[in-house]
């Protein structure tokens, strides 16, 4: 008897080439069965199969199942029993990257990350100086290409890109309307001869709004919205402060209503008082417009206010993951038990 | 009655990687059962685990085998086993924890701290300040201090925001970690009294209290723990 029989491949699925799906002939969607790698499938989200590392997952009978005989087959150990844990969360990812690699030079600035994002969640990428986190950021948002390894988008039409295959324009668009950058320099991302009511306005035109009035109420609310004087708008972004152009960049940012925000260090450099200022800021907005953010720190205290899931990384590697307070308060990994140990108050 | 809470053959131990890998078994075998309704004290001495125990039911410690039933809705989650966001999703809606120490947000009153739980699940901001200003002042905290953040408060202060914020969502399962630690005799009668009002209403508590006074007010049993060591 054939491996196969009793078995067909999905004809259409729109990501067939980047794994396989069996699915039990005649029988419901809740029974496919998952191999390889790939984003995740509809009735399993990828965080099973990365909950153990696994390849492969078999829904559904024991190890005398025929389809789990051949997932084990193919696949030998790393197949797991999904039986023995709690149901599948459904809800798919926004953004998954899988086995993404890049080295500079000799330098593994990412060794076979898997990353996965869920709508309206903030996950915290952590670690020392030099462990990766901006490099997984730029390739996660598609501004630096991996050497291998790939990074699904899913766009509010439930359809997947492959981030690093789409079109310039095409991400160039997705950089302007569903996603968000907010850099540890707001220099980098705000046009500083323009006023301040005008970066955030611009965000909007290039959205195709084009009524004035309509952009500049806009733009003075979401000046409030940041705690900046309606009074400012006019003026040029040099004349703010450090804290003031974080949270002008954070206007700017929020102001097409993201679906998704990277940011990277968006504290760093700042004094302690300003920095509580913009994580309660930042805290607020993102739990009242429910954006999913990618957040690069390396402050603990961070991500623990803000984050829901945290990742560790170590020279490239993501060492640890997990809910944020079970990742600090219970850490495993001895990188990351001598990171807590390092703060007061982690 | 309906069983809320249940441990099977839960077991957890620290492995301390700065210390050579040190490894400190603190649970073993434990079998919890807690039903609606009822309130079970875990007891033993200083480092017999108790706070562990509790720390593990809330999805903040992890368990290393055995298996952390919690009823959420219709389902029993097993929290030893659940992905994050099914853990955060249990302590949104089923799961309430009262820790010994307030962790402050910077910038964030009084008010809010406490009304934050119920403005997540949808209550307008006028109903969930209003709850949330009722509560404190059961607590006894002034209405005065409802403004400020609760950073400068002092320890006792502090105490009763974290009731307050563990107490206001009403969720059907609460743990509570020395509850009534640093308060005074009087704001350790109204603990009690929302102790047993949650009683009344059907939650499961599982608290830890050394104060014997309190403990007899409101255990419907004790649960003995004992240092690992010693069970061995
Ligand atoms: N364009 C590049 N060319 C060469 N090496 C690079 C480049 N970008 C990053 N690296 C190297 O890759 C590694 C990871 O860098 P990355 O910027 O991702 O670290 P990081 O975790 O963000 O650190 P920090 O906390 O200091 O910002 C470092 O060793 C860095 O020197
Ligand atoms: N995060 C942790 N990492 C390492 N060891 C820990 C951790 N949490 C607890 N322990 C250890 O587990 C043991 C039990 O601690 P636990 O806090 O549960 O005791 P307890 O019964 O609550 O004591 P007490 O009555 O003093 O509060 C102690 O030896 C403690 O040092
Ligand atoms: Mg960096
Ligand atoms: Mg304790």
Redesign the pocket.
């Known amino acids: 008897m054939s491996a196969r029989t009793g078995f067909r491949r999905l004809p259409n699925d729109p990501l067939s080439g980047s794994f396989t799906r069996i699915v039990m002939a005649g029988k419901g969607p809740s029974q496919i069965v998952m191999v390889g790698a790939g984003p995740p499938s509809t009735s399993f989200g990828v965080a099973d199969q990365q909950r153990c590392g696994w390849r492969a997952c078999a829904h559904h009978g024991g190890r005398d199942d025929p389809v789990v005989r051949i997932v084990i087959a193919e696949f030998g150990s790393a197949t797991r029993d999904l039986r023995c844990c709690n149901p599948p969360m459904t809800e798919p990812t926004l953004l998954s990257g899988r086995g993404l690699n890049l080295t500079f030079g000799t330098i593994p600035a990412l060794a076979n990350v898997n990353v996965d994002l869920w709508p309206g969640e903030l996950l915290a990428i952590v670690g020392e100086s030099g462990s990766g986190k901006t490099t997984l950021l730029n390739v996660l948002s598609g501004r630096l290409a991996p050497d291998s390894g790939t990074v699904w988008y899913r766009d509010p039409a439930n359809h997947l890109h492959d981030v690093h295959a789409m079109p310039a324009p095409a991400l160039r668009t997705l950089h302007r309307s569903d996603w968000g950058f907010v850099h540890q320099d707001p220099r980098q991302n705000l046009r500083m001869s323009v006023s301040a009511g005008g970066n955030v306005g611009e965000r909007l035109m290039a959205r195709g709004a084009r009524h004035y009035g309509d952009i500049r109420g806009v733009a003075l609310d979401w000046l409030s919205q940041v705690e900046i004087d309606a009074d400012r708008i006019d003026d040029l972004p040099r004349t703010f402060s450090g804290g003031m152009l974080q949270r002008l960049q954070i206007a700017r940012t929020l102001v097409t209503h993201p679906r998704l925000v990277f940011m990277d260090e968006p504290t760093g450099g700042l004094d302690v008082s300003v920095q509580a200022r913009l994580l309660d800021l930042i805290r607020s907005l993102v739990a009242r417009l429910r954006i999913a953010v990618v957040l690069v720190t390396h402050d603990i205290a961070v991500a623990r206010l803000l984050a829901h899931r945290i990742a560790v990384m170590q020279r490239g590697q993501i060492v640890e993951t997990g809910l944020t307070d079970q990742v600090l308060?219970?850490p495993r990994h001895p990188y990351t038990q001598l990171l807590v140990s390092s703060v007061l108050n982690a | 009655m309906t069983v809320m809470v249940r441990t099977r053959a839960l077991a957890k131990s620290?492995t301390?990687h700065l210390r050579d890998g040190l490894v400190?078994p603190?649970l073993s075998g434990i079998d919890l059962e807690v039903a609606n309704g009822e309130c079970v004290v875990l007891s033993?001495?200083?480092?017999?685990?108790?706070?562990?125990?509790m720390r593990s039911l809330y999805g903040n410690?992890r368990a290393e085998s055995g298996s952390i039933l919690i009823r959420h809705g219709e389902e029993m989650i097993d929290i030893a086993t659940a992905d994050p966001r099914t853990i955060l999703a249990v302590r949104h809606d089923t799961l309430g924890y009262v820790s010994q120490f307030l962790r402050v947000v910077p910038r964030v009153s009084a008010l809010d701290v406490v009304a934050e739980v119920l403005l997540t699940r949808g209550i307008d901001q006028d109903a969930a300040r209003s709850a949330a200003r009722d509560l404190l002042l059961r607590l006894n905290i002034p209405s005065r201090l409802h403004a400020i953040p609760p950073a400068t408060f002092s320890g006792g202060e502090q105490q009763r925001v974290n009731l307050a914020r563990g107490f206001i969502a009403r969720h059907p399962i609460l743990l509570l970690d020395e509850p009534t630690a640093s308060l005074d005799a009087e704001n350790r009668a109204v603990v009690i009294s929302m102790v047993l009002d949650a009683k009344k209403s059907g939650t499961a508590i599982v608290a830890?209290c050394?104060d014997a006074d309190v403990r007899d007010a409101i255990a419907d049993r004790l649960f003995a723990?004992t240092p690992y060591q010693d069970a061995a």
């Not at chain 2, 033993?44 to 125990?53: D, I, M, N, Q």
């Open positions: 308060d219970d | 620290f301390l400190l603190v033993g001495p200083s480092g017999a685990g108790k706070s562990t125990l410690y830890i050394h723990m």
